[in-house]
């Protein structure tokens, strides 16, 4: 099959593509580096023509509460109207575990309404929902410094962080099979509360930094209950581990 992949060049992306070419399928890399653009519409009809399947992994530059809100909404609006021209029959999108839980994040907020716009839609769909991946494990314990560097606030509700190859492979796990008009949720095969997490991997990491436990910690402008980051019902659990993933990314290096 032809299955483009908006946001092919990143981060998930990359991975995706990757991962469809040995399963030796079509895959196309379509993001503005490659003269795709979801916001102006540029080159969609082209990327489009003949394709079967349109993955989107794209994120938004920036997460400022309406330029991220602009973005998605824009970026699927767009898409869904060139898949209709263009026949294609199965819309995949990526999301976050708990977009429907935490309304004061402005993110989430975002990432509710593309997937009501695609709900809402007439092509066929497909929704992955993921926990947090290994590799913002850093951004995320930053968005929690204190002010002196020297702690790291962390709330005690659960946390289920996954590898980004494994959120690729279920991606595309997704987009070879039937559409499901309907999500589905992966995370990691460990959970834990957010504290021991982090404590344990700053300390993998060998960052000094002591983690505080606070339960009143937000999480980009969300206060958590316990139960906010993670799966609720049934989910597709992850293998990779955070530690066996943290070995092979520093023996990488």
């Known amino acids: 099959m032809k299955i483009v992949v908006i946001g092919g060049t990143g981060l998930i992306g990359s991975k995706v593509v990757a991962k469809l070419g040995e399963f030796g399928h079509e895959a196309v890399a379509a993001s503005p580096k490659t003269g795709v653009n979801t916001i102006t519409g540029e080159g969609l ?22 330029a991220v809100m602009e973005f998605f909404q ?7 109207a060139a898949e209709a021209a263009a026949g294609v029959g199965h ?31 007439s092509i066929p769909f497909s929704i992955v929902h993921a926990t947090q991946f290994f590799e913002f494990v850093p951004a995320i314990a930053d968005s929690t410094a204190a002010a002196d560097g020297g702690t790291v606030r962390m709330p005690p509700a659960l946390f289920q ?29 460990e959970r834990l509360s957010m504290d021991e997490f982090f404590r ?42 955070y530690a066996d993933w943290l070995g092979r990314t520093t023996a990488g290096k």
């Open 200 to 241: 344990n991997a700053l300390s993998a990491l060998g960052d000094p930094r002591e983690v505080v436990t606070d339960p009143h910690t937000r999480y980009y402008g969300s206060e958590l209950d316990e139960q906010s980051l993670v799966p609720v019902g049934e989910a597709v659990l992850a293998e990779i581990k």
């Open 91 to 121: 819309h995949v999108a990526l999301s976050i575990v708990g977009t429907e839980r935490l309304p004061e994040n402005g993110y989430f907020r975002a990432k509710l309404a593309q997937e009501k716009l695609i709900e809402g839609s």
């Open 45 to 66: 009809a082209e990327a489009f023509a003949g394709a079967s399947v349109v993955i989107d992994v794209s994120n938004a530059p920036s997460w400022e509460d309406t």
């Open 74 to 80: 824009t970026s699927t609006r767009n898409q869904l």
């Open 161 to 189: 962080p996954i590898a980004g190859d494994d959120v690729a492979q279920a991606v595309v796990r997704a987009s070879v099979e039937s559409p499901l008009n309907g999500r589905v949720e992966v995370a990691g095969p």
